[in-house]
């Protein structure tokens, strides 16, 4: 039940994201790079309910393993270096989360493009992250926050439609 509301609130905030983005686009414009080509501001605290650099980083290492283990992404994935994928996802969440960090990796169109990829793959990966973070004791709440700033990013990550 309580996946199914994440899911849920997760498939509004993807629709929604495209005029949030829109709004927030409105001055001041600031370069865009890989990691804020979504100007969504993270909630306060965020960062630190995740543990700040080292709980996002132990939270992407089991993300991987899990991904790699899951029966629907684990072709994806089975090439990934695990060691660098935790690494970016990491700088990627932290900077998101408001944290100190700047994700220098491509940016997600980039990064997803030479792989085919539909809305039950991405909503499959966000699945895994719900049970990672379950695992790693994040509360429900924060989780959402998170799910929230990642939803935009569907419109690039997924190029099978
Ligand atoms: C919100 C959703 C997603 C985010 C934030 C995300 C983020 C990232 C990042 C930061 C990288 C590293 C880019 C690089 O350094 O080159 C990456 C690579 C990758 N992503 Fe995603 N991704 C998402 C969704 C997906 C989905 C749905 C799939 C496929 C099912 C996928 C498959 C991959 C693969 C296979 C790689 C290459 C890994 C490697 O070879 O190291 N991603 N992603």
Not at 119 to 142: K, Y
């Amino acid at each position: 039940m309580k996946k199914l509301i994440a899911l849920t609130a997760f498939s509004l905030l993807s629709l929604g994201s495209g005029l949030a983005a829109a709004q927030a686009m409105d001055p001041p414009m600031k370069a865009v790079t890989p990691a804020s080509a979504y100007p969504v501001a993270p909630a306060v605290g965020l960062y630190q309910a995740f543990g700040e650099q080292a709980g996002i980083r132990a939270l992407m290492d089991d993300f991987v393993v899990r991904l790699k283990a899951d029966a629907r992404l684990a072709e994806a994935f089975k090439e990934a270096n695990p060691a660098n994928l935790a690494k970016q996802l990491t700088d990627q969440v932290c900077q998101l989360s408001g944290g100190p960090c700047v994700y220098k990796g491509p940016n997600m169109k980039e990064a997803h493009a030479s792989m085919d990829i539909t809305r039950g793959n991405f909503n499959a990966l966000v699945e895994v992250l719900q049970q990672s973070m379950d695992a790693g004791g994040i509360p429900f709440t924060r989780q959402n926050q998170l799910l929230a700033l990642l939803a935009p990013m569907h419109r690039d990550v997924v190029n099978v439609r």
